[in-house]
Antibody, heavy 125, light 113 residues
Framework: EVQLVESGGGLVQPGGSLRLSCAAS????????MDWVRQAPGKGLEWVGR??????????EYAASVTGRFTISRDDSMNSLYLQMNSLKTEDTAVYYC????????????????WGRGTLVTVSS | DIVMTQSPDSLAVSLGERATINCKSS????????????LAWYQQKPGQPPTLLIY???TRESGVPDRFSGSGSGTDFTLTISSLQAEDVAVYYC?????????FGQGTKLEIK
């Protein structure tokens, strides 16, 4: 089955750290750019960041709101995507989704054609 | 950054009637070299992740019912549901993937009247 499954969410204090994982199955993970998108409770969707594939040097990009605090990595041998979150703030409370970009080739950006079910991160004292 | 603005914020439509959601981008998302609009629509049902409905502004994703259609170009786009079904109750988001950061509209909540 083609799917993405996130894990690692939970309750963390402000200033703390958390590492999220996303396990991919049923497709060639290494072909795809992978992104993280978050959704605060009752709010809309906010892009967090992306990691490109090996052909594009695993380059990363981040939203301004998380730059310097969050790091995205991947392990193609394990079909896994990661989000290391440091210096967490209360405003980082959200469901975090991993999302697959359509593998259209080149250095272009594409739409998200597969989403995981998400993992909830709560930052609170 | 490109700002995506949807209208209306919420919408109530009778079963079998047409629903129309608009999306406006703060700058064009039409890439001139391939004449494609880098605009997608997603549906998010309560308690579920988003799912892709439409990409390139007007191409339906595989498995999406043909009552869903997308139109528009440049900065103005529309998602139309031709005959609303009960299972279409959801929040709908437009998204531009023309530039980084990609950005989403604020969402339109669609309900049954």
């Amino acid at each position: 089955e083609v799917q993405l499954v996130e894990s690692g969410g939970g309750l963390v204090q402000p200033g703390g750290s958390l590492r999220l994982s996303c396990a991919a199955s049923g497709f060639t993970f290494s072909d795809h750019y992978m992104d993280w998108v978050r959704q605060a409770p009752g709010k809309g969707l906010e892009w967090v960041g992306r990691i490109r594939n090996k052909a594009n040097s695993y380059s990363t990009e981040y939203a301004a709101s998380v730059t310097g605090r969050f790091t995205i990595s991947r392990d193609d041998s394990m079909n896994s995507l990661y989000l290391q979150m440091n210096s967490l703030k209360t405003e980082d409370t959200a469901v975090y989704y991993c999302a697959r970009q359509f593998a259209g080739g080149g250095y272009y950006l594409y739409y998200f054609d597969l989403w995981g079910r998400g993992t909830l991160v709560t930052v609170s004292s | 950054d490109i700002v995506m603005t949807q209208s209306p914020d919420s919408l109530a439509v009778s079963l079998g009637e047409r629903a129309t959601i608009n999306c406006k981008s703060s700058q064009s998302v039409l890439y001139s070299s391939n004449n494609k609009n880098y605009l997608a629509w997603y549906q998010q049902k309560p308690g579920q992740p988003p799912t892709l409905l439409i990409y390139w502004a007007s191409t339906r994703e595989s498995g999406v019912p043909d009552r869903f259609s997308g139109s528009g170009s440049g900065t103005d786009f529309t998602l139309t549901i031709s005959s609303l079904q009960a299972e279409d109750v959801a929040v709908y988001y437009c998204q531009q993937y023309y530039v980084t950061p990609c950005s989403f509209g604020q969402g339109t909540k669609l309900e049954i009247k």
